[in-house]
Every structure is written in structure tokens, then in C-alpha cells.
């Protein structure tokens, strides 16, 4: 039985992530879904939010599982029987996801699957979400119905708690 693991950040989860998570999922027998736990000063969502929100989405598949890393991916990897890492590349991520699949196969021999990512989602990114989210952009074309609908209220409450800080 072949184990992958998608890690990321999901901060929050794009159409992007899930198009990798479920072409995934077609290739091997299970997938376990990684969410970071080093929170950004920028993050819009908690770990357990995100966790939350995922867990929601890749509920359609019945071989995907959603958790908490922290720590070194290579480590989650080995207490987990983690066969593959699989990650979706975009051309602007290549040197760094190249240095990190060298550097995470170096450290414990485990190797990275990169999925080319559909090129509908190519420009999509959580950090361009957020600015575009936080900035009044419409981010809907981007992301599930859910995470959207909490993402756009998320940044409402932030404005109203900045204003209400003046
Ligand atoms: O969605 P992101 O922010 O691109 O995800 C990056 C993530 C969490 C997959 C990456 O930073 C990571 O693997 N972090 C765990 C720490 C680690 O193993 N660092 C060494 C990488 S070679």
C-alpha cells in the first residue's frame, strides 16, 4: 500500500491544493493531508482551521485524511510510513521545491512527486489570496464555496477589529 503525504500551509486552501490533492489520491492508496503548524504572522486561519476546513473538503475522497506537522517534513514521513511526498509545481516554484526535494531525500531517502499543476490554477497562490482577500479583490473564482465564504468573513472581521482599534 503506497502512502503520500501533501504538505502545505492551506492558509487557506486553494482550488490549486486540491486539484493536487485529488490527482493524488488517483495515484496512490492513500494520501494523508499535512497542514503546517509554524503560524505566520500574516496567517489568516489557525492550523486547526485549516485542518477543519480541508478535512471538510477532501471528505468526497475516501482515501484522503487531513492532520497537524510540525517539525520536519521527513520525520512526519517516517513516523507515518510515508512513501512519497507530492506536491504541485508551478514554474515559479521550481528552484526552491527542487532544493527542498534534494534536501528532504538527502536527510532520510524519502522522494518527491511533483504534479504539474493545472494550468487553470498556475497563478494561484494562498499569500496572493490573502492580499487580494485583504486588499477587497474578489478571491471566489479561487477557492472551494466554504473556504471562500470564510475567507472573505475573516477579513471582514479583521478590518472591523483594526477600525474599531483606532
Ligand atoms: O504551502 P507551503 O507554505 O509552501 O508549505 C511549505 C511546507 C510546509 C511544505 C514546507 O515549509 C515544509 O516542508 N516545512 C516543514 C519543515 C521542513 O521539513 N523543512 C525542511 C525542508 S527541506
Not at 497562490?125 to 470564510?150: H, N, Q, Y
Request: hydrophobic fraction near 40%; glycine fraction near 8%.
Amino acid at each position: 500500500m503506497t502512502r503520500a503525504v501533501c504538505p502545505g500551509s492551506f492558509d487557506p486552501a486553494t482550488h490549486g491544493h486540491l486539484d493536487v490533492i485529488e490527482r493524488t489520491s488517483r495515484i496512490v492508496d492513500h494520501v494523508v493531508v499535512a497542514v503546517g503548524t509554524n503560524v505566520s504572522k500574516n496567517a489568516l486561519f489557525t492550523p486547526d482551521e485549516r485542518v477543519e476546513m480541508l478535512s471538510e473538503e477532501c471528505g468526497r475522497w475516501g482515501n484522503v485524511e487531513v492532520t497537524l506537522f510540525g517539525g520536519l517534513l521527513v520525520d512526519f514521513c517516517t513516523a507515518n510510513d510515508i512513501d512519497v511526498i507530492s506536491k504541485g509545481l508551478r514554474a515559479t516554484d521550481f528552484g526552491y521545491e527542487l532544493q527542498m526535494a534534494q534536501m528532504n531525500r538527502q536527510l532520510t531517502g524519502v522522494d518527491t512527486l511533483f504534479l504539474p499543476t493545472t494550468p487553470q490554477w498556475a497563478y494561484v497562490s494562498s499569500s496572493l489570496i490573502r492580499e487580494v482577500a485583504t486588499l477587497g479583490g474578489d478571491v471566489t473564482p479561487f477557492l472551494p464555496e466554504k473556504i471562500a465564504a470564510r475567507t472573505i468573513a475573516r477579513v471582514a472581521s479583521r478590518h472591523a477589529g483594526a477600525r474599531n482599534d483606532m
